[in-house]
């Protein structure tokens, strides 16, 4: 068993930033890819960004990329999500999870996922 638990959520105002965290414990997590998605009111839970087991790879959604930055340290067993020029369009539930199934954009190919950090974003 896998417990993620993400932290570093709040309000913030438009142009703004966040630095979220996600601490594992139970089992590593080093040696999985990693993901962050988020959920906003009303919508389907979408992707945000992934790292590589190893931090050599990462990814973004469209709408994230160049404000956005994924990280992690396998020795702390954490990732983190540097969330800079915020906008309210981010404004969601933001969720960790360990990939299991390759696919690094589709939830359904992670197997542990967080309870989730609440971001806000004012205009």
């Known amino acids: 068993q896998v417990q993620l638990v993400e932290s570093g959520g709040g309000l913030v105002q438009a142009g703004g930033s966040l630095r979220l965290s996600c601490a594992a414990s139970?089992?590593?997590?080093?040696?999985?890819?990693m993901g962050w998605f988020r959920q906003a009111p009303g919508k389907e839970r979408e992707f945000v960004a992934a790292i590589s087991w190893n931090g050599d790879g990462t990814f973004y959604a469209d709408s994230v990329r160049g404000r956005f930055t994924i990280s992690r340290d396998n020795a702390k067993n954490t990732v983190s999500l540097q969330m800079n020029s915020l906008r309210p369009e981010d404004t969601a539930v933001y969720y960790c999870?360990?990939?299991?199934?390759?696919?690094?954009?589709?939830?359904?190919?992670?197997?542990?996922w967080g309870q989730g950090t609440q971001v806000t974003v004012s205009s």
């Open positions: 139970g089992r590593t997590i080093s040696n999985f890819p």
């Open positions: 999870a360990r990939n299991w199934g390759g696919n690094y954009f589709r939830p359904t190919d992670y197997d542990y």
